[in-house]
Every structure is written in structure tokens, then in C-alpha cells.
């Protein structure tokens, strides 16, 4: 049983609607990452936080994507303007270090229609 | 550039057989080696990870992988596979950044 909690685990959303999701990591962890994973099972780094702080963030991320990781609050994702091609399965991951193999949530599944 | 090649796409083998899951990695420094599953419609589920000491690391549910720095490989393997370990499996390579680099997954179909 996961103890990394994503919500909502369905989302759908119309093209340029803002998409929202949620991830309580492990307690104890202060490492968080969001990863994106297609349907051809293919990953992409997004964004990692330690603590607060971003430590990592592509390109991508920079644009339409926005995360944060607030104390005392749940981390959060959020597409500003969704596009068909951001539908995927998000998910979230924490660990004590960065450079652990991190504990992974359910999953955001996410249909741009 | 860190890459994870899992070789086999499809794997299909019966209720009680052996079965071995390639991976093969690049990467030039000091790395974690890990594997996850992921049952259909649900999240990566943590199995085993080698960062250093004994090559083979043992994991939940019978799976062991043993590390091989001279053909940079991780292979997982299970003396006797369940149908209920039929999922997609996947090898990553953690690097200094902290950032998981996956292979495209290797799916196992354990028929009764």
C-alpha cells in the first residue's frame, strides 16, 4: 500500500482548462518529484522540491506547469492551460534524499478532452 | 548521457516457472540501481534497489536482482512467478541529480 497519497486519481479537463492535482508525500520525506508517464510508458521528469525548494524543473515545467511544495500543505501540480498532449498518468514520489529510489504515489490520471 | 535498456518488451511464462527481467544500464558515476511494478491503472510500486555491497539484492514478494558492474546490467528474477505478479516492470537508474532515469518497461503475463 502506497503511503505517498495523490487526489484526485481521475481528472478530466477541456483544452486551455486548468488542471489540478494534489500529493501528501511520505511522512519523513522531504524530497518530492512529479513525474509524467505516457501511454507508450515513457517517463518524464518535471519537477523536484526539497522541502520547499525547487532543486529541479524542466523546461516544460517553466511554461504552463506550476508546482509547489508548501510547509504544513500538500504539494501540488498544476497545468495552467491544458493541452491534449498532457494527458497522462502524474505522479508524484518522495524520499529522505535526492538521490534515494523514491516512494511513488497511485497516480493522477489526467484526459484533456 | 544515462540510458536504461530493458530488452524484452513482452514476456509471457506459466504459474510456477522462473522467470529473469533484463535491464542494462549507461552511466558513469555513482548511481542507484532500482526496479518498480505497476499493476494496471495504479502507481509504481517500489521492489528493490543496489546502491553498493552484495550484487544481489533481495525485494518484496520472492524477486531478487543481482547487479553486474562488467556487463552493466541489473537483472530481476523470481524462482516461481503468481499470476498475480503480472504487471509492467520497470528498471531506473538514479544519478547524482536525484532524478530517475526508467527503462520502457518489460510486461510479464504469467498464464495459469
Known amino acids: 500500500n502506497s503511503k505517498v497519497i495523490q487526489t484526485p486519481r481521475y481528472l478530466v479537463k477541456g483544452q486551455g482548462q486548468k488542471a489540478k492535482m494534489r500529493c501528501i508525500p511520505e511522512?519523513?520525506?522531504?524530497?518530492v518529484f512529479w513525474y509524467q508517464q505516457n501511454k507508450n510508458n515513457e517517463f518524464k521528469f518535471l519537477i523536484n522540491f526539497q522541502n520547499q525548494e525547487v532543486l529541479q524543473q524542466i523546461d516544460m515545467t517553466e511554461k504552463r506547469f506550476s508546482a509547489e511544495c508548501p510547509s504544513n500543505s500538500p504539494c501540488s501540480l498544476e497545468i495552467q492551460s491544458s493541452e491534449a498532449g498532457d494527458s497522462a498518468l502524474y505522479l508524484c514520489?518522495?524520499?529522505?534524499?535526492?538521490?534515494?529510489?523514491?516512494?511513488f504515489g497511485e497516480g493522477t490520471r489526467l484526459s484533456v478532452l | 548521457t544515462q540510458t536504461v535498456s530493458q530488452s524484452d518488451a513482452h514476456v509471457t511464462v506459466f504459474e510456477g516457472d522462473s522467470v529473469e527481467l533484463r535491464c542494462n544500464y549507461s552511466y558513469g558515476g555513482s548511481i542507484y540501481l532500482s526496479w518498480y511494478i505497476q499493476h494496471h491503472g495504479h502507481g509504481l510500486q517500489f521492489l528493490l534497489k543496489y546502491y553498493s555491497g552484495n550484487p544481489v539484492v533481495q525485494g518484496v514478494n520472492g524477486f531478487e536482482a543481482e547487479f553486474s558492474k562488467s556487463d552493466s546490467s541489473f537483472h530481476l528474477r523470481k524462482a516461481s512467478v503468481h499470476w498475480s505478479d503480472s504487471a509492467v516492470y520497470f528498471c531506473a537508474v538514479t544519478g547524482n541529480t536525484g532524478k530517475l532515469i526508467f527503462g520502457l518497461g518489460t510486461t510479464l503475463q504469467v498464464q495459469p
Open positions: 514520489a518522495s524520499s529522505p534524499q535526492n538521490n534515494q529510489a523514491p516512494l
Open positions: 511522512k519523513g520525506h522531504p524530497v
